[in-house]
């Protein structure tokens, strides 16, 4: 079982930057493949970016070049770190764990988090 914790999340102006941690209970979180997804009420959760135990890392087409993930195992750890904000990245975003290789598909992780608000303004 694994327990997630999201937090970072504000109200920042367009342009600026956030860093959104993720704090991970459970012994095997090293061989998870780690990922945050964004929601904006009444749509559809959306793939964000994922890094697998090996440090592979995916991101979606929209953050490409702004957002980077990265983890540290030793603190059971993720972090998201979001730079050249824009007013669209306003969203719940969620951290989420699975067992296996990275997916871009919300139905494929097993364990979230409660969500952070993130919020930019124009």
């Known amino acids: 079982q694994v327990q997630l914790v999201e937090s970072g999340g504000g109200l920042v102006q367009a342009g600026g930057s956030l860093r959104l941690s993720c704090a991970a209970s459970?012994?095997?979180?090293?061989?998870?493949?780690m990922a945050w997804f964004r929601q904006v009420a009444g749509k559809e959760r959306e793939f964000v970016a994922a890094?697998?135990?090996?440090?592979?890392?995916r991101y979606a087409h929209f953050v490409e070049g702004r957002f980077s993930i990265s983890r540290d195992n030793a603190k059971n750890m993720v972090f998201l770190q979001m730079n050249s904000l824009i007013p669209e990245d306003t969203a719940v975003y969620f951290c989420?764990?699975?067992?296996?290789?990275?997916?871009?598909?919300?139905?494929?992780?097993?364990?979230w988090g409660q969500g952070t608000q993130v919020t930019v303004s124009s």
């Open positions: 989420a764990s699975r067992p296996y290789m990275i997916t871009m598909t919300a139905d494929d992780y097993d364990y």
């Open positions: 890094i697998q135990w090996g440090y592979e890392t």
């Open positions: 459970g012994r095997t979180f090293s061989s998870y493949t």
